[in-house]
């Protein structure tokens, strides 16, 4: 009790003084705000509340990135900020946010939040210090400590194009360092996954966390293992396709973070041929992003834990079970273990699975099974998985390249590629009943078609 009114009388975050700085210090004008962020901040303000674009949109603008988006902070309600414009819409269920639409441009619109410490009951704590629920509006000033880092915590107003800074988080951005507000190691504590934001931030922006930020972390890096899996998907997802995936992952494992996530992504990437893998698999993401092309994170996931799959897979044939079944259980007893820890979501599992399983029908070049193989729906998403495997090392580079050839050939040049059909595929596909005739399993009876 008397530990906790301590820190709240000595906390850093106290000692916090607030610096307005002016378009001529900063240099962000209100020009490179986009008009939807503009517009919002300028209703809620006609309409009488503070409004200031925050957090990733201003810090990014600052260094000379482009935002993804733009979020707005309000001393507003939700109720208010949807009432002040007709196209918006209230989403989120712990925490309520408004989403202003113009056009095909959305604003996330937050009410300043309370800071997390400021006492009382309204902060919900499991054992380790972490957050369960902080769900109380506050002042601006609460609401810029109880972000993550000083960076991410400076105001833009577009109508003075002022900046308010409360932790000195201007400074910091410009010395290019990543400063957890307040006591890194009770801020890790409430929430872990601000370890990995850590990361994340420092390869994004090419900074470092300043030493006493980074500290606690290899301490902490355990604590990850309570952050509920679907909130630690949402952001490996965000670093997977922050345009910087491959030092991201660097850093996660510089700091010890990694064991959490991907359960022995430590394992592969300590194989060389599996950290020759997963880096040229993020590596290629990176330069999709950069290019403004589409990312599939099935794809992404699906590579991440391929080298995982690959070993229990022949484990398994070793052990003297067929090769397809083998790999159907490599990949359901990998999947299965990463469900424990980052959930992968629902809808990706298909694509990952059917991913892995056109894996083993490239290794088919002749008989009829490579043009069957080249209609399939996803042709594309399997070769460029084959032809990383071979760029790693994993498989002979010649299997790509003859399944590039094969695939931009004209029919008759197809049929030339093909090699003859092994003598025990033959006799299997003589024996087979023709196209029509009922089917059995053997033992007599008609099997149930699983398709019909
Ligand atoms: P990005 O550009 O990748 O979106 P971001 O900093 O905008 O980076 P968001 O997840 O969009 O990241 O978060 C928006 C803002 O919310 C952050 O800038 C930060 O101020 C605050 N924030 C996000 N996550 C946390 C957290 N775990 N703890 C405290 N503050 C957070
Ligand atoms: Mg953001």
């Known amino acids: 009790m008397i530990g906790k009114f301590l820190r709240r009388v000595f906390s850093p975050r106290r000692a916090n003084m607030l610096r307005r700085l002016p378009l001529e210090e900063h240099g962000l004008s209100?020009?490179?705000?986009?008009?939807c962020a503009r517009r919002t901040t300028e209703g809620l303000q006609a309409a009488g509340f503070q409004a200031y674009v925050v957090g990733g949109a201003v810090r990014d603008l600052l260094v000379g990135i482009v935002p993804k988006d733009f979020d707005v902070a309000t001393d507003a309600t939700p109720d208010q900020v949807r009432a002040t414009f007709r196209r918006s819409r209230i989403i989120g269920r712990r925490f309520r946010l408004v989403h202003v639409l113009c056009g095909q441009d959305t604003v996330e619109v937050?009410?300043?939040r309370g800071s997390a410490n400021a006492g009382g009951d309204s902060v919900e704590q499991d054992e380790h210090g972490r957050i369960l629920r902080d769900?109380?509006?506050?002042?601006?000033?609460?609401?810029?400590l109880r972000r993550d880092f000083t960076l991410n915590a400076l105001f833009y107003d577009p109508a003075t194009q002022e900046i308010l800074d409360y932790c000195d988080g201007y400074a910091d951005l410009r010395a290019r360092r990543i400063r957890v507000i307040g006591d890194a190691e009770q801020r890790y504590r409430e929430d872990p996954v601000r370890m990995m934001r850590a990361a994340r931030l420092g390869a994004k922006l090419g900074m470092t966390i300043e030493p006493r930020s980074r500290a606690p972390i290899a301490?902490?890096?355990?604590?990850?293992e309570n952050v509920p899996s679907a909130r630690l998907f949402d952001e490996m997802l965000k670093l997977l396709l922050s345009g910087h995936a491959r030092e991201g992952v660097l850093r996660l494992r510089a700091e010890g973070l990694h064991h959490g996530l991907l359960p022995m992504l430590d394992v592969i990437l300590e194989q060389p041929l599996g950290e020759r893998f997963v880096m040229l698999a993020l590596e290629r993401t990176d330069e999709r992003v950069r290019a403004d092309k589409p990312v599939s994170p099935a794809f992404l996931f699906a590579t991440l834990l391929w080298h995982?799959?690959?070993?229990?897979?022949?484990?398994?044939e070793v052990g003297g079970e067929?090769?397809?079944?083998?790999?159907?259980?490599?990949?359901?007893?990998?999947l299965a273990a990463q469900a424990g820890r980052l959930a992968i979501h629902k809808r990706y599992l298909v694509d990952i699975k059917e991913?892995?399983?056109?894996?083993?029908?490239?290794?088919?070049?002749?008989?009829?099974?490579?043009?069957?193989?080249?209609?399939?729906?996803?042709?594309?998403?399997?070769?460029?998985?084959?032809?990383?495997?071979?760029?790693?090392?994993?498989?002979?580079?010649?299997?790509?390249?003859?399944?590039?050839?094969?695939?931009?050939?004209?029919?008759v040049e197809r049929e030339a590629m093909l090699l003859p059909e092994e003598p025990g595929q033959k006799r299997r596909r003589r024996r087979r009943k023709p196209a029509g005739a009922p089917r059995t399993d053997g033992s007599g009876q008609a099997a149930i078609d699983p398709i019909a």
């Open 30 to 35: 209100r020009d490179q705000i986009s008009s």
């Open 322 to 334: 067929k090769s397809a079944l083998a790999l159907m259980e490599a990949m359901d007893a990998v």
């Open 135 to 144: 769900n109380v509006f506050g002042t601006l000033e609460e609401d810029a």
């Open 219 to 224: 301490s902490l890096a355990s604590l990850m």
């Open 308 to 316: 995982e799959v690959l070993s229990a897979w022949t484990r398994r």
């Open 110 to 112: 937050s009410t300043f």
């Open 355 to 411: 991913l892995w399983s056109l894996q083993p029908r490239f290794l088919v070049r002749a008989g009829r099974r490579p043009l069957r193989l080249l209609e399939h729906l996803r042709f594309r998403a399997a070769y460029d998985f084959l032809a990383l495997r071979c760029e790693s090392g994993e498989l002979d580079a010649e299997l790509a390249q003859w399944w590039d050839r094969f695939a931009g050939a004209s029919d």
